[in-house]
T-cell receptor, first 114, second 112 residues
């Protein structure tokens, strides 16, 4: 158990809908990362927050947004869903924002868009 | 940004044999190279890492080597066991950056 909690574990929805994925980082970790893992794809970095502020942005679509709350949990909002958004979405946390520090991953939220 | 390439994408070995996974990176400013193991239905988990001031690191049956000049690093698993079957990801992180750049993963199957 990494200590990172993601909900829901599975989510099935229709095209055009909006969903929210939730992540609780490990106790004490200030940095939260979101990754997308599609079938046969690696881990695509979406966005990172540190202590409530956005710190880095990857290949995140404009239809997607995220935030980190004062209690450090984070939410990833996916809107106007398309079939291609079906993927496993991982949240990871780490203690620091600097160039070192292990990433601890949650077990992911599997999104299926029908 | 950094670009990490990983090979092979799939690897099958007999139990007891060694497995080697190779990664290359593009940005010489990268200084931290972790390896993650992802078992079925779970999130990736760090198994070993190496920093740019070290050429090799071992932890029991796994080892990582780094060649900064050639910008490549490798994961070596010796005496493979069925429980080593998983997807392995390499990653690189820039000295000044916040992002981890991941390879596309290697699906390792250890045949009993």
């Amino acid at each position: 158990d990494s200590g990172v909690t993601q909900t829901p574990k599975h989510l099935i929805t229709a095209t055009g809908q909006r969903v929210t994925l939730r992540c609780s980082p490990r106790s004490g970790d200030l940095s939260v990362y979101w990754y997308q893992q599609s079938l046969d794809q690696g881990l695509q970095f979406l966005i990172q927050y540190y202590n409530g502020e956005e710190r880095a942005k990857g290949n995140i679509l404009e239809r997607f947004s995220a935030q980190q709350f004062p209690d450090l949990h984070s939410e990833l909002n996916l809107s106007s869903l398309e079939l291609g958004d079906s993927a496993l979405y991982f949240c990871a946390s780490s203690v620091t924002i600097g160039p070192t520090g292990e990433l601890f991953f949650g077990e992911g939220s599997r999104l299926t868009v029908l | 940004g950094e670009n990490v390439e990983q090979h092979p994408s799939t690897l099958s070995v007999q139990e007891g044999d060694s497995a080697v996974i190779k990664c290359t990176y593009s940005d010489s400013a990268s200084n931290y190279f972790p390896w993650y193991k992802q078992e079925l239905g779970k999130g990736p988990q760090l198994i070993i890492d190496i920093r740019s001031n070290v050429g090799e690191k071992k932890d029991q049956r796994i080892a990582v080597t780094l060649n900064k000049t050639a910008k490549h690093f490798s994961l070596h698993i010796t005496e493979t066991q069925p429980e080593d079957s998983a997807v392995y990801f390499c990653a690189a992180r820039l000295l000044t950056g916040n992002q981890f750049y991941f390879g596309t993963g290697t699906s390792l199957t250890v045949i009993p």
